[in-house]
């Protein structure tokens, strides 16, 4: 039963235009999200957050919107770089800390030149 | 860099041996997580501790298994290796139970 489902295994963007990779969640008690990026042969390195009490978190390129009725988040990458290809994971938890974080199976962007 | 630090990098084990990882957290992290990665799959929680108490389990078998230092230093142990545990593991550390993680540049395991 997976809890955090990326559906999308792979995205190919042309480089300077958005990449929007999406995220959706089955267990309503989630309230705080993350996104991990990670590259070949390295650890997931933290991107950014949102607390279900945002329904947007921007930070530089990357803006990270959730849609709570629809138990529904997505990372906006604008604009697209090679560097940013990678494996982009989200991840769900509680803020209670009762509730390990739990990752979706990642979607690989590409983004070409 | 997440200031996360795992070794051994890589390791080959055969099937029923046992392995110990393990993780130096980063400096003011009371926190460490250990996940298992397999391939094509996002990371899955083994287990937490919090000030040397396992504070959560994933669903792994009892021949997993972790101890956390007065350091906060960490090891993850895993008794009569099977094939299926060859994986990428990851340990992270955080502040307090509930913050963000950071992840250490994990431990390849391959059980041959």
């Known amino acids: 039963d997976q809890q955090v489902k990326q559906n999308s295994p792979s995205l190919s963007v042309q480089e300077g235009r958005i990449s929007i990779l999406n995220c959706d969640y089955t267990n309503s008690m989630f309230d705080y999200f993350l996104w991990y990026k990670k590259y070949p042969a390295e650890g997931p390195t933290f991107l950014i957050s949102i607390s279900s009490i945002k329904d947007k978190n921007e930070d530089g390129r990357f803006t990270v919107f959730l849609n709570k009725s629809a138990k529904h988040l997505s990372l906006h990458i604008v604009p697209s770089q090679p560097g940013d290809s990678a494996v982009y994971f989200c991840a769900a938890t509680t803020l209670s800390g009762n509730t390990p974080l739990v990752f979706g199976k990642g979607t690989r962007l590409s983004v070409i030149a | 860099e997440t200031g996360v630090t795992q070794s051994p990098t890589h390791l080959i084990k055969t099937r029923g041996q046992q392995v110990t990882l393990r993780c130096s957290s980063q400096s003011g992290h009371n926190t460490v997580s250990w996940y298992q990665q397999a391939l094509g799959q996002g990371p899955q929680f083994i287990f937490q501790?919090?000030?040397?108490?396992?504070?959560g389990r994933g669903n792994f078998p009892p021949r997993f298994s972790g101890l956390q230092f007065p350091n906060y230093s960490s090891e993850l142990n895993v008794n009569a290796l099977e094939l299926d545990d060859s994986a990428l593991y990851l340990c992270a550390s955080s502040p307090g139970r509930a913050s963000t993680i950071y992840f250490g540049e994990g431990s390849w395991l391959t059980v041959v």
């Open positions: 501790y919090y000030r040397e108490e396992e504070n």
